[in-house]
């Protein structure tokens, strides 16, 4: 058994009084897609900005590839200094994109590459090239977000990602912001991210992609992780019964 | 009765008077910018001191007509020793009178930045330096530009009040000018019609900026 | 400053803070019924009567009040308008904040939902009942922080007043400073008097918003 990439252990978190996770635990293997799956208000998006530290976890322990992150002990917090240097190989994407507005598809990839990898402007600008090449936007570089699809923008918030040669990919519902016909080429991008071997999180609703390309789904509900399992396990045999009425309303709603 | 050749004749000596007009809110506008930066930023520091005596410094200068302003700033001067000329008191009270709303406006556009912009630039690793320059501030400024066009044309107005404390600018200009042709009605006019394609002019800026951060 | 001069002073302070507070009441309730005119006949009023007042919106805008009071006062008796300072200065204030309060009813009224009049029109409503019970009511609500606001903007127009010898709180200042030599301290006090008014006022004005729009907001 090989050691974690992310380790999740016990993590408790608070808005005021209102506890949003319940002691999760979460072990994400490296190389491998985990997709997090739930209703609406369940913690799933809150877990995955704890894994990078964008939302503080009040207990409890995440690891990166077996370090601690956001904190230097359990209780006393890093550095913002090494904090960064942790997010460094930790890619995400966003729900709503989070495209710089004033830069181009280009500048907006080569941004991180010059400020915070410190490479040369054009070094950073022919990675960037490559990385927006990778998703098929060799030919939008120099477009400003404003002048590309919602699909084009979260693939270049990707190619942003991707760029930083992360070792862990985080995805906060890379899809629900865009139109149905727009979802397919973002999660074509991501199926061929996780073909390449990169280890991913991804918080979604789309449960074809989490079926057809996870290696393992968790399922939380009201702050808590359910249960982790095979998707196989998750979607044909659910153990639990809130799995079971998840899915049904999910499958009312989507059918027709 | 209201002279047409009267008034066209009047235009004439108040251009000169107008390129102080121009003068002291072109110049307050700048100063107004680099105290308003200031101030923005000691509004949205971490310290409390410096939070409440930014918040204060807001308060007070859109608190108190600016007449009085320029009066107190005005006498205050010799009281503290300092001997400068009227027009150097005029520009700088116009330009710290304008830091307060152009310290709000700093604040608005900031505050109507979406989260995520930030937080993109956090999750790679930038440093909160390289966020603000690089991210949150480019934004913001382009965001605020049409305000700030329209803070210059309140300049512009405002400027007339220093009239009072006797600098020969378009308004006292028209003022001297009416007080020897005895023809107020179409001085008057003439400097009113300045003002306005001045500020027609500004406006006009203000559209285009607008309509070009749009896209 | 010694109390003799407060002594000496005090009625006239008395009688110009009265005139202050005149004149901003009134420039306040002219401006907003010229304003609220305005606003309707933009949106009522056939084209070219719009084009016209939007000629006057602009000019009064781009103009300097000062420059305007000057214009209406001293220029004023040159085609027949003979006024004396203080119902000038009351005239002036109503022109000059008409155009603003025109634009913070007509944004108001962009504000009312198209659903809501269409509504009216369907159960058989008038127009001009329309306006009256669906329009003014919700168009105004939407209004009041701007209106608040610009009332206040208003409160320290006031002050410019003085110049064309209004006998408001200010000119008593100044005449007074001018008798005693105490230039800075009467007009210190004067700029701490406004904070404090101008601080109240929106203070006021902020309670009075939450208290009419209580009923309009949705409970979740």
Known sequence: MQASAVDIRKVNKYYGPFHALKDVDLAIPPGKVTCLIGPSGSGKSTLLRCINFLEEYDSGEIRIDGQLIGYEVPGRKMSGRKLRQMRRSIGMVFQQFNLWPHMTAKENVAEGLIRVRGLSKSEAETRAAEALTKVGLADKMGNHPARLSGGQQQRVAIARAIAMEPRLMLFDEPTSALDPELVGEVLNVMKALASEGMTMVVVTHEMGFAAHVADQVAFMEKGELVAVDSPQGIFHAPKDERIWNFLRTYHERNSF | MFSIPVFLQSFEPLFWAARYTLLISGLGIALGLVIGTLVCAARLSPYAPLRGFAAIWVSFLRGVPLLVQLLVFYYTLPVIGIDVPAIFAAVVTVGICASAYISEIWRGAIAALPRGQAEAAVAIGMTPRDTWTRVILPQAFTMSLPALVNELILLVKASSLVSVVGILELTRASQAQAATTFRPLEVYLAAACIYLAINLCLAALGRYLEHRTAV | ?220
């Open chain 3, 1 to 220: 400053m010694e109390w003799s001069i407060l002594e000496q002073y005090g009625p006239a302070l008395l009688r110009g803070f009265g005139v202050t507070v005149l004149c901003w009441i009134l420039g306040t309730i002219f401006g907003m019924a010229l304003g609220l005119m305005i606003a309707l006949i933009q949106r009522y009023g056939p084209r070219w009567l719009g084009w016209i007042i939007q000629a006057y919106i602009e000019v009064i805008r781009g103009t300097p009040f000062l420059v305007q009071l000057f214009v209406l006062y001293y220029g004023g008796p040159l085609i027949g308008l003979r006024l004396d300072a203080l119902p000038a200065g009351l005239l002036g204030l109503t022109i000059y904040g008409s155009p603003y309060f025109a634009e913070i009813f007509r944004s108001g009224f962009r504000a009312v939902p198209h659903g809501q009049i269409e509504a009216a029109r369907a159960i058989g409503m008038a127009e001009p009942t329309i306006v009256r019970r669906v329009l003014l009511p919700l168009g105004l609500v939407s209004s009041l922080p701007a209106l608040v606001n610009f009332s206040i903007i208003l409160t320290k127009e006031t002050v410019i007043l003085s110049i064309i010898t209004v006998p408001e709180l200010m000119y008593q200042v100044s005449r007074m400073s001018t008798e005693t030599f105490r230039y800075l301290e009467a007009n210190l006090v004067l700029a701490l008097f406004f904070w404090a008014l101008v601080e109240t006022i929106s203070r006021v004005g902020r309670r009075l918003e939450t208290r009419i729009t209580k009923h309009l907001i949705e409970r979740t």
